[in-house]
């Protein structure tokens, strides 16, 4: 049903004049299966809003709906539900003459795919863009989770556990990465004519507001990792804890996607050991941290967190990072990626506030943060001064070495060659033969002190 479509850099068919459509789906499990929540945001390129529908979907009478524990959805819930056929008519009269959004296209083309062939609906292609293979080509980050792409690239919603909420963050991060970082197609994208379907009743969810997350969910973010089932137990921790019923559920899920237990058993072991090495890189163990992830460990049945203990230390490093420009979004991926805790907003435990040109100079959480005792940054001077990077004069230092070092070896070999000169005319060298020595060994001996001599202040 989605077919991705090639991206460029500077140089393609741009945006601008097109709408996207970002559609995200709940399911009954990893594989392909059943939808039973569907959801679609349609905007234009400048990301102003177009539309939306959000509804649940009944998979058939009896069927199970999968993991509650991820997408809190009931079977009681989905007994009044519409069936995927009501609900195709007005999901393609809104991604009419618009290029199709997911995250993961191909999972959520395969959902789509399954419930399409159950009706014997032949659809042509929609073209479509995968924000997380666009994620990838521009910014770098442990893991391409939505959650973690939208913070990093500024996304102020977080995605919950409906699918309307993933797929209004997806509308804003195709937005973003189109319009900030100058995406374009490589070949102008076709929108196809649609078939018509008779619209049917949708039942959206009431859509509650997504929990704020505990450190285990952020600490997920600086993971590196590309594993549908770990996306699966990063979602249930969220909330800081896990049960045997959740473990026996995903344990059921993992078992029907087909997943070796070997492949499971080894997941826990990545997911606690990472876990534990962000809780202990900071230098503070706080008791909540020490006791949240050895219940999880233990939940889980691995032991690499049963020695844990709470260590006291200084304020952990914790950066909030504003502005809408492509080195904000850097600098956020970049304190992913050092296992640095990026923060969602301005509170007591912010040691550091970055800002760039986008911010102004009036915004109120900057005299907010001195006030709170935070550093307040520059993007520019951030990397240097969270020391992700060394400071300007040492990484010249640092280069200068090895060419100071060159320079003296250089030195080194025209004394030689100028020795070499020398003992030669006393024992009859020719003439043409000793000048074109003695022209190498002074080249040799200016350049090695060219080299060799530091630059002038």
Not at 107 to 131: C, I
Request: glycine content about 12%.
């Amino acid at each position: 049903m989605i077919e991705s479509l090639a991206l460029l850099g500077a140089g393609g068919h741009p945006a601008p004049g097109l709408d996207f459509t970002a559609v995200d789906i709940r399911t009954t499990g990893l594989r392909p299966g059943r939808v039973v929540e569907l959801a679609a945001v349609r905007v234009h390129a400048d990301g102003s809003f177009a539309g939306e529908l959000a509804t649940l979907v009944n998979p058939g009478p009896g069927v199970p709906p999968g993991p509650a524990l991820v997408h809190g959805i009931t079977r009681g819930e989905l007994d009044d539900a519409p069936a995927f056929g009501e609900v195709l008519g007005p999901l393609l009269d809104l991604c009419a003459g618009s290029v199709v959004v997911a995250h993961d296209p191909a999972f959520a083309g395969a959902f789509l795919d399954r419930e399409l062939g159950l009706l014997g609906v032949r659809l042509p292609a929609l073209p479509g863009v995968s924000t997380l293979a666009a994620a990838q080509s521009v910014v770098r980050l442990p893991n391409y989770r939505l959650a973690t792409v939208a913070h990093a690239l500024g996304v102020p919603t977080r995605p919950g556990q409906s699918a309307l909420s993933g797929a209004r963050t997806v509308a804003q991060l195709v937005t973003g990465l189109f319009g900030r970082y100058g995406l374009t197609f490589a070949a102008p994208p076709v929108l196809p004519a649609l078939p018509r379907f008779d619209g049917g009743r949708l039942l959206p969810r009431a859509e509650a507001l997504p929990a704020e997350p505990g450190w285990m969910a952020e600490a997920v973010e600086r993971i590196a990792a590309d594993d549908a089932y770990l996306d699966l137990l990063a979602d249930v921790l969220a909330d800081q804890r896990l049960t045997h019923e959740e473990v026996a559920a995903l344990a059921a899920l993992a078992s029907e996607a087909g997943l070796p237990e070997a492949h499971v058993r080894s997941t826990h072991e990545q997911l606690v050991t990472a876990l534990r090495e962000i809780a202990e890189r900071d230098g503070v163990v706080t008791a909540a941290e020490a006791r949240e992830l050895r219940q999880v460990a233990t939940a889980l049945g691995v032991g690499a967190a049963g020695d844990l203990r709470p260590a006291a230390g200084g304020k952990p490093t914790r950066v909030l990072v504003l502005g809408t420009t492509v080195e904000a979004d850097r600098l956020r991926a970049r304190v992913l990626a050092e296992g640095v805790q990026l923060a969602k907003k301005l509170t007591g435990s912010v040691t550091h506030l970055v800002t760039d040109p986008s911010v102004p100079a009036n915004e109120p959480r900057l005299a907010r943060a001195t006030e709170l005792g935070a550093a307040v940054l520059d993007v520019r001077v951030a990397p240097v001064a969270l020391g992700f990077e060394p400071p300007p004069a040492a990484r010249a230092a640092s280069s200068a070495t090895p060419k100071r070092l060159g320079g003296r070896i250089l030195m080194g070999v025209g004394l030689l060659l100028m020795f070499v000169v020398v003992v030669g005319m006393f024992g009859g060298t020719p003439l043409a033969g000793g000048i074109f020595l003695g022209a190498l060994g002074v080249g040799a001996l200016l350049g090695g002190w060219w080299l060799a001599e530091p630059a002038p202040r």
